[in-house]
């Protein structure tokens, strides 16, 4: 039964908690991405999007199980050599990027929610990654599994409660809702924005030992992690098309159609997966500097080593952000995913098949 955790359960909720926090914290990706070609049409675009991830998700998985690369760094040397670095500078924009709008959304939250401090909320998430990043990888496999399926719980009993308090037969809704043009581009670039993180989380999946598994484990993990959408997009069939227009759709939502009670788990869930992200893009970064300094060695860094890495890139993402720097990212964010889908999507679905093709024949 632990085996099966640690094979199926583990690198999807990994990979979910990461994406989970942006994702589908405040819904305006759900809305932007999905709900805004239609409701049946955001459908479709939540299908396609499934697809797309559980097709790069297995090539992914497949090839660090053939070449026992598990971090990144080892996993494009292996995929497109020397050009490695390429996704290397990709990925630091995006961690900044990341980083420096956990913590600012964390701050946002705590102000804006319960009355504190917008910096004392941020300080207190970031000390929350640092903390869970010290205690080394199976802490933090452990807390983003557990928490994972936290988030789905709180996420499910949303569903119910707007199912129930909604004004209109929201199923009924969504079956005859319209089909808008651009849903299959939503969807494949809802895909490429998340899936930059998967090489990042590679440390997660060590313990996938066959290509049954990674089939398996890489189709779970594209499905699981389109759920949420799903359960967030046809309960927006009950604020439609009013919810298409606020800032945050799923307070908005809340607020209209569940109890504040609910809000208030939701507020607690929330600041819970901006941790998550951040610890488990700092856990990446970590693996991928252990591969460095401790090579072929099962461990990774030392509990201050770790700490340190963790507190250096907090601090540095935090004082990007409030320069403006995070910001100027932002605007280019069309063009990251542009980059890592040239850089890792397209190869690991064309040169990585054919390298694991031709090392099955070896």
């Not at 941020?122 to 936290?150: C, D, H, N, P, Q």
Request: glycine share 12%; hydrophobic share 55%; net charge neutral.
């Amino acid at each position: 039964m632990q085996r099966l955790m640690h094979v199926y359960v583990v690198p999807a909720a990994v990979f979910i908690s990461v994406v989970m926090g942006g994702g589908y914290g405040t819904g305006r990706e759900v809305v932007e991405f999905f709900t805004r070609y239609g409701l049946l049409g955001g459908l479709l675009g939540i299908v396609a999007s499934a697809c797309v991830f559980a097709f790069v998700l297995t090539c992914t998985y497949e090839f660090a199980r053939v070449f026992k690369v598990y971090d990144y760094r080892s996993f494009f040397g292996k995929l497109i050599g020397r050009f490695w670095v390429c996704f290397e500078i990709l990925y630091l924009l995006l961690f900044l990027l990341v980083l420096g709008v956990v913590g600012s959304a964390a701050g946002t939250i705590l102000e804006g929610q319960f009355g504190i401090a917008s910096l004392f909320g941020t300080g207190t998430v970031l000390v929350l990654v640092v903390a869970l990043v010290y205690f080394g990888r199976e802490a933090v496999e452990k807390v983003l599994t557990l928490w994972s399926i936290g988030m789905y719980l709180v996420f499910l009993a949303y569903f119910i409660e707007v199912m129930n308090n909604g004004p209109v037969d929201i199923l009924d809704a969504v079956s005859v809702g319209t089909v808008e043009t651009g849903w299959l581009g939503g969807g494949l670039l809802y895909a490429m924005y998340n899936l930059a993180v998967a090489p990042v989380l590679l440390f997660s999946t060590r313990a996938i030992a066959s290509r049954a598994e990674a089939i398996a484990a890489g189709m779970i993990t594209g499905v699981a992690v389109m759920l949420p959408a799903v359960l967030f997009h046809i309960s927006y069939a009950a604020g439609y098309p009013a919810v298409l227009e606020q800032p945050v759709p799923n307070y908005w939502m809340m607020s209209n159609f569940t109890s504040p009670l609910l809000l208030g788990v939701f507020l607690v869930a929330l600041l819970g997966t901006l941790v998550e992200t951040g610890a488990g893009l700092v856990q990446g970064l970590i693996e991928r500097i252990s591969a460095v300094v401790k090579p072929g060695a099962e461990e990774t860094l030392s509990h201050p080593a770790r700490a340190a890495i963790a507190v250096f890139t907090l601090t540095l993402g935090g004082l990007l952000g409030s320069l403006g720097i995070v910001s100027l990212v932002a605007k280019g964010y069309s063009a990251l995913s542009l980059g890592f889908a040239l850089v890792y999507i397209i190869p690991v679905c064309t040169l990585g098949v054919a390298k694991i093709v031709k090392s099955s024949r070896l």
